[in-house]
Structure formats: C-alpha cells, structure tokens
C-alpha cells in the first residue's frame, strides 16, 4: 500500500493543476489588489500596486489608461452646507486624492488682514499679538476679484481691502469686550495720514494716506448688494478695561496658505478610504449581542429572525473608524472582516468662510489641471 502511494505521488504534475481565468484575477489576489486588509495588529496590504506588467501572466494589463479612468472616476455628493461638504471620490489613486487636498490647504488664494497700522492701543495686548489675532479673521469676500500685491505694487482698490478698528472703554464704565464685528469696511481706502517731512507742502491738496483708492469699492457691482465684512461677527480680538482705546487701520491683502496659514481657505481638509465591514459567518443570538456592544459607534444591528432568534447585521459601515475593538478577542478575527476601499475617498472640506466649499474644490481641481499642462508643456 506505502507503494502505491509513493506512486501516486509521483504521478502528480503542476499542468494537472486547473488553468487561472485568464482577463480576470484569482480573488485572493483581487482582494489584496483592491482593499487593505485590517487585522488586529496591524493593516496589510497597504500599498497601492502601479506597475503595468504586475499581472501581465494572466492577461491583465495595470496601466494607468485615460479611458479606464474616464469610465471609472465619479464624484459623489453626501452632504454639503454653507461652511463644510462631504463627498466620496471613487476610482482614484491616494496620490491624486493627497493632491487636492493638499492644494485645498496650501495653494488656494483668499484674502487676509496682512499689515495692521496701529494709532492707538493701550489694552494689556501687545501690539504684535493683537496683529496676529487680526489676521486670523476669515474674511467674507472673493479673492478672485482682487490681484496680488507685489513688493512694487503700490495699495490700490484692486489688491487691498481696508478695515477700520476704533473702541474705547470710558472711565467708570464695566470691562468691554471688542469683537470682529467691530471692523469696519472702509471702501475708499486708508483714513490714516502719513507723516510727511515737507513743512512746506501746500495745505490745500489731499493729504498722503496708505492706500492710492482711484475709485471707491462700493462702485464694484460685486460689492453694492455685498459688502466686506468679516466672516464671523463674534471673534473676541481684545477685552478693555476702564480708560483703554485701541485705533487700528488694518490691511488685507491676497495670500496663498503655504505663505502664512492664515491665507489659508480651509479649517480643514481630509479624506479617508471607504470603510468595508464583512461577516463572515452568521453572529447570532448572544454572540450577536456582544458584537453590537463592541462597536463605540454602533456600526452593527440587530436583526429579529423570529423566534427569539437575532442575528447581527452591518448597518453603519461608513461610520466604521477602524478601531478594531469588534476583532479583538478569541475567534473573532475569523467572524469579522475589516477592509478599506483603495480607490475610495470619502473627502470631507470645512471651509473658514470666504468661498462656499464646493466652489473650493471647483478651483482646487483648477489648480491641478494647470499644474499637469505646465508639465506637459515643459516636456514637450
């Protein structure tokens, strides 16, 4: 019989194994193509596969071809508001998802307060401080409608935006509070006088301001119905006490984020990949139980089959934080699967206020096409 054996061993051959599909991947290897794969140790899987000829033995070609992607790449609108939106990008690489959002955060213009010209401050806030506070007001106001200031620019109606600042606590009077609400728009330019050294200059002409306004502001169509005025009326910039003034003129002007955060148009901006949830055998009865109290943000439910049998579903999975607390434990790496989505992003944009999000990402995408036509220009 040990013979026999020996001699059926020996018959076996790797051409009598079953042929691989051809123009389609073996699943285990689809699934490590397509999804990263969360254990409770770590994740695996990660990286994203690029090269073409990867899976040119079985017929499949890897390439990055327009017309695939064409087909493949949808946006998909989840939420959207005045000041934040969430969407999901689907058939994209990380890469291309990390370059809007870095984009978003650091190359899109805005306008902010840049030089704060002080007549008077006696609050407890220094000078310094108080500039800083300032500039980081958001802005209501589309920088799309200005230029930039140059160093050989001079302030013009065209690149800089003038607010006013004038508060002052009377003696006797309770402690103030000075809010953003408190800058004032002032369309024709710089109220504020520069000194001058010529004593004899002739009394009669305009006296020398800070800014060369050639018309008002208010006569820009944009700005009749829509005044400037800052985002957020109730931003604290200095509490006064009895006896104390502050007299400011501030200046803002057109800025990108990788220059001073302050410019920049986002609070925040972030994407993550499409949480996938899998059981992989019915969770029934207490074990189901277990499994929804284990989930912090009640990814599972329960499911009444009738009598008193209850089995666990996935309900939420898109709110899954991959916090792996249903896998931990005996078994239960082999009842639960936790999976990420490569070439889905769910990408969420908190706007500060000076552009509605979705015009953002609008002119982020924007960015990027000029970014890539630079390139193919240079190499042609």
Not at 89 to 114: K, Q, V, W, Y
Not at 283 to 296: F, Q, V
Not at 298 to 315: M, P, Q, S
């Amino acid at each position: 019989m040990a013979e026999g054996a020996g001699e059926e061993k020996k018959k076996f051959s790797i051409w009598d194994l079953p042929d691989v599909p051809v123009g389609q991947l073996p699943p285990h290897l689809e699934l490590q193509r397509s999804r990263v794969s969360c254990n409770k140790d770590a994740p695996i899987h990660t990286e994203s596969i690029q090269y073409s000829g990867a899976y040119a033995s079985m017929g499949i070609d890897n390439s990055s071809r327009l017309d695939r992607f064409s087909n493949n790449f949808r946006v998909e609108v989840v939420r959207l508001n005045e000041d934040d939106m969430e969407f999901d990008m689907i058939g994209i690489d990380a890469a291309i998802a990390n370059s809007f959002r870095r984009i978003l955060i650091a190359e899109l213009p805005t306008m902010a307060i840049e030089k704060v010209l002080i007549a008077n401050n006696t609050s407890i806030i220094q000078d310094e401080v108080l500039a800083h506070r300032l500039g980081l007001v958001p802005i209501r106001v589309d920088p799309r409608l200005f230029d930039y200031l140059s160093e050989n620019d001079q302030p013009n109606e065209k690149n800089t935006v003038v607010f006013k600042l004038h508060v002052q606590c009377k003696r006797g009077s309770p402690r103030i509070t000075v809010k953003s609400d408190a800058l004032k728009w002032l369309p024709n330019g710089s109220e504020l006088v520069k000194e001058t050294r010529n004593a004899t200059s002739d009394s009669s002409s305009k006296p020398e301001t800070y800014t060369y306004f050639g018309c008002s502001q208010e006569t820009i169509p944009e700005f009749v119905k829509n005044p400037i005025i800052p985002k957020y009326p109730d931003i604290i910039i200095a509490k006064l006490g009895p006896g104390q003034e502050i007299e400011l003129e501030a200046h803002a002007v057109k800025g990108i984020g990788k220059t001073h955060a302050k410019w920049s148009p986002v609070a925040t901006a972030w994407y993550r990949m499409l949480p996938e949830v899998v059981l992989l055998e019915d969770i029934e009865d207490d074990l189901a139980e277990e499994l929804k109290s284990k989930c912090p943000v009640n990814v599972f439910d329960i499911e009444d089959l009738g009598k008193g049998r209850r089995r666990a579903t996935v309900a939420r999975p898109r709110a899954c934080t991959l916090c792996r607390e249903c896998i931990r434990g005996d078994d239960w790496e082999k009842r639960v699967a936790l999976r990420r989505v490569k070439d889905h992003f769910i990408f969420t944009i908190e706007s500060t206020g000076a552009l509605p999000p979705e015009v953002l990402f609008t002119e982020a995408v924007k960015i990027l096409e000029d970014k890539c036509e630079r390139v193919i220009s240079e190499l042609s």
